[in-house]
């Protein structure tokens, strides 16, 4: 079935460490997307990439990195400069950067403890 | 700046009755506008996608309407069922940038 699959569904950060979030897509999509969504707050930009090997800050990225080396993938990384890092992250795709449909994948809750 | 608003934040109903969620924008010039649903502790699923150039979109139970001059679209669900309980949520492409914006979302409890 083609879709986006994030992994893992839950992760745990032990503060000072960094962690990497996966999203890997098989729809052929060129525009991948990270967003963070908080309580109460909507979904935030963090990371968007419209082509391979490009990518662009969102509203948030303080705190964060990202790489495409690969079409089908856009990994997060959470470092220790983020300061609040708990959250649900949320990877997106579309085929262009305008004018196509957003899909979604199912997010990774991460925690730190 | 583009900024996104959903009103009412929260909605409960009871089953059968129509009802209307609404999406407003402050910037125009937008490519598209996308409906989105999200239950509890999952991603979004895509709902409708209108084009600027459109008016609206069906989708069984569900008929989003855009007016992009007055930066409104608004989100139709005839006869909702307690399975239509979720948080609903519309998004803008703006401008150039390939960033899609979100409302905050309205959360809809639809009681059997």
């Known amino acids: 079935d083609g879709g986006i699959t994030q992994s893992p569904k839950y992760l745990f950060r032990k503060e000072g460490q960094n962690v990497t979030l996966s999203c890997e897509q098989n729809?052929?999509?060129?525009?991948m997307y990270w967003y963070r969504q908080d309580p109460g707050q909507g979904l935030r930009l963090i990371y968007y990439s419209q082509i391979v090997n490009d990518f662009q800050k969102g509203d948030i990225a303080e705190g964060y990195s990202v790489s495409r080396e690969k079409k089908e993938s856009f990994p997060l990384t959470v470092t220790s400069a983020q300061k609040n890092p708990t959250a649900f992250y949320l990877c997106?795709?579309?085929?262009?950067?305008?004018?196509?449909?957003?899909?979604f994948g199912q997010g990774t809750r991460l925690t730190v403890v | 700046k583009q900024e996104v608003t959903q009103i009412p934040a929260a909605l409960s109903v009871p089953e059968g009755e129509n009802l209307v969620l609404n999406c407003s924008f402050t910037d125009s010039a937008i490519y598209n506008l996308q409906w989105f649903r999200q239950d509890p502790g999952k991603g979004l699923t895509s709902l409708l996608l209108i084009q600027s150039s459109q008016r609206e979109q069906t989708s069984g139970r569900l008929n989003a309407s855009l007016d992009k001059s007055s930066g409104r679209s608004t989100l139709y669900i005839a006869a909702s069922q307690p399975g239509d309980s979720a948080t609903y949520l519309c998004a803008v492409y703006s401008g150039n940038t390939g960033k899609l914006i979100f409302g905050q979302g309205t959360t809809l409890q639809v009681k059997p």
């Open positions: 997106a795709s579309s085929a262009d950067r305008v004018g196509t449909e957003a899909f």
């Open positions: 729809l052929n999509h060129d525009a």
